[in-house]
Every structure is written in structure tokens, then in C-alpha cells.
């Protein structure tokens, strides 16, 4: 038997998402988010959602521009420090000692030490009541050779993302492969 917890906003696995922005100074800054993920494939699109009193609301509207950097497990803390304190009274990337870099095709900087960056324009910004959820447009996505399959694909194992549990707020770590989408359920079929 299920039991009614409410209204909640809890869904499995959720992703720790770092988006880089530049603030009207031009100062490089990252937000951790854990409300986005992919939300089109066609325009290659992912959806943030932010709150208009932070910091990086008003970068991606003036910049019209954000990147989406995927922490691994090894930068749990620098990542969770992003979403503690606000850019507007300090310089995150210096706080934790990690680099931030120019993207060469949007107006924003992304994560050196994360392995892999999505690139991306502003298409629309959705306010949806507390939360405006930007969608960019993915440009370019980034990846660090070491991460690569033998396809040149991101491997998720050598990635290692964080995965955030909004219910206990806590963070994990992926689990192990089980099959392959769009070929194991066909074995279900009599």
C-alpha cells in the first residue's frame, strides 16, 4: 500500500547541476542547482530553475548565456559550496580553489576540474510561481578525453556525477550498470 506524502517536490535521481554565469561586473560565478536537467531534444535544450533573488537570475538574463557544469562525487563539497553562499558578496571559484573558465562559444564561464559542460543560449525564460526556469539551448557540450568511452562518449562510471535526494537532502553517488534503455524491455514483449 502507497501512503500520500504530500505535496513535495521529490523525484529520483535529481542531478547536481553547477551553472557559470557572468554578473554585471563581468565576475565569473557558479550556483549549484538541483531543479534541471534535459527538457528538449530537438532544439538540444536543458532547464534550470533559479529564484529571482539569486544572484545568477539576473546574470543569465543580462548575458542572455549560462553553462551547466556536472560535478563528480571527488568535488562533493566544492559543489554543495556553490549553493551555500551567494556571488553577490564573494568569489566562489577562489573560496574553493577551483578555475573558471571562458566558454569560446557563450557569454559564460564553466568548471575547469568538472568533466563535462554544457554550453548554452538563453531561449526562454518560464516564471513558474517562486522559481524561473531558463532554458538554454545547448551550443556545444565539452568533455575531458579521460572521461570518454571508446566511442568518444561520456561514460557515466568514469564521470562519477553527484545525485542530490531532495527528500533527505543528501548526496550520492550513481549505482551500477543494469541494461541497456530502449533494448531491455524488449525482452518483455511475448
Not at 571527488?74 to 580553489?97: H, L, N, P, R
Not at 562510471?157 to 549505482?175: E, H, M, Q, S, T
Request: charged content about 25%; some cysteine.
Amino acid at each position: 500500500m502507497k501512503r500520500s506524502l504530500g505535496i513535495k517536490t521529490i523525484i529520483f535521481p535529481t542531478p547536481v547541476l553547477i551553472v557559470g554565469t557572468y554578473d554585471q561586473e563581468g565576475k565569473a560565478n557558479a550556483a549549484a542547482c538541483a531543479w534541471g536537467g534535459i527538457c528538449c531534444s530537438e532544439p538540444a535544450a536543458v532547464a534550470v530553475s533559479f529564484r529571482e533573488n539569486r544572484h545568477t537570475y539576473a546574470a543569465i538574463l543580462q548575458r542572455k548565456a549560462f553553462t551547466v557544469s556536472i560535478p563528480t562525487e571527488k568535488y562533493m563539497k566544492e559543489a554543495d559550496y556553490f549553493g551555500i553562499f551567494s556571488g553577490k558578496t564573494e568569489d566562489k571559484f577562489s573560496s574553493v580553489g577551483l578555475t573558471p573558465v571562458k566558454s569560446e562559444i557563450v557569454d559564460a564561464p564553466y568548471v575547469k576540474e568538472f568533466p563535462l559542460v554544457l554550453e548554452c543560449t538563453l531561449l526562454q525564460a518560464v516564471q513558474i510561481g517562486i522559481h524561473t526556469q531558463f532554458i538554454g539551448e545547448i551550443k556545444n557540450v565539452l568533455a575531458d578525453e579521460s572521461v570518454l568511452n571508446k566511442d568518444g562518449l561520456p561514460d557515466i562510471k568514469k564521470i562519477n556525477p553527484l545525485v542530490f535526494d531532495p527528500a533527505i537532502r543528501a548526496y550520492f553517488g550513481i549505482g551500477e550498470y543494469l541494461g541497456l534503455a530502449f533494448s531491455a524491455g524488449k525482452k518483455k514483449k511475448a
